[in-house]
């Protein structure tokens, strides 16, 4: 069995719908009831829907609650890969690092007194294939050497990637591989340094407008783009709370929450400046 052909097998469980919205709308209705609801669900259940795939994180679920023993297995057999790319990526300078949730691997160590162009980190975002993962994962040594060849202002010169930090968060996540930097003229460089990573892993891209995400994104104020994003969604009902019941009375409510963060996640105001 190939390392992903578990979720290829996904159909073969009994899956109840569990969509990542759910959590929003009861939010909603409590309030509806109660005048009374949590924004900080409603700020976790809008970043979750921003970062995850919805079915890829049911089957991942899935997995650990009917078979721990082989998700455990695919997990060791994950970090061992990371830690190969790790001892690779070594010898050209980059350091390593994996908290659990997230593996980042730092060029050059980092520049320490660097600085952030308009302080905030520009990232480009890297989505694949659940079933290319593996695959590709196997070449992130290729994409640390061409990152190792873009050029940054000296005044700005940091550049990191990272991936899932575990088994799970690798393929339930939209964003497969982040990679941040602080020189925000870079954009061009770093798409070839990706392009030149997919060449060599042998595939493609996934297009992030399909799940309406963008490819370059801002983290500010020590928080995520997402997180922000998020934090705009919950913001928003906290304003127009008092119209939360005309709006439970919406026979599609579902799928207009989630143009409306859509929207917001595609236009969002801090990623200007950005240049590609």
């Not at 640390?144 to 088994?167: H, I, T």
């Not at 393929?171 to 003229?185: A, C, G, L, N, P």
């Amino acid at each position: 069995m190939l390392f992903t052909d578990w979720l290829r097998l996904k159909e073969s469980y009994l899956f109840t719908e569990a969509d990542l919205l759910d959590d929003l709308i009861f939010q909603l209705q409590k309030y509806n009831k109660t005048k009374h609801f949590d924004l900080g669900v409603i700020n976790r259940a809008a970043y979750e829907y921003l970062t995850k795939h919805d079915d890829r994180r049911n089957a991942v679920q899935n997995l650990l609650k009917t078979d721990i023993a082989t998700y455990n297995q695919y997990n060791t057999k994950y970090k061992q890969l990371l830690d190969m790319v790790a001892q690779k990526l070594s010898g050209i300078g980059y350091t390593f690092e994996n908290n659990g949730a997230w593996a980042q691997y730092n060029r050059n160590g980092g520049k320490g007194n660097a600085q952030k162009d308009d302080n905030m980190t520009t990232k480009r975002y890297v989505s694949l294939d659940m079933n290319d993962i593996w695959k590709a994962f196997q070449k992130l040594p290729v994409l640390g050497e061409a990152l190792n060849k873009v050029q940054l202002r000296p005044e700005a010169d940091r550049l990191s990637f990272k991936v899932g930090g575990n088994y799970g968060t690798a393929m339930e996540h939209k964003d497969t591989i982040v990679i941040h930097f602080y020189d925000k003229t870079a954009g061009p460089q770093i798409d070839q340094a990706v392009q030149t990573f997919l060449n060599a892993a042998g595939v493609k891209e996934a297009d992030r407008s399909a799940f309406n995400r963008v490819n370059f994104g801002k983290d500010s104020g020590g928080t995520s783009d997402s997180d922000l994003i998020a934090q705009r969604v919950a913001k928003y009902f906290e304003i127009n709370k008092d119209k939360i019941p005309q709006m439970l009375q919406i026979p599609d409510l579902k799928q207009q929450l989630k143009k409306m963060i859509d929207n917001i996640s595609m236009n969002s105001s801090h990623r200007a400046g950005v240049t590609i």
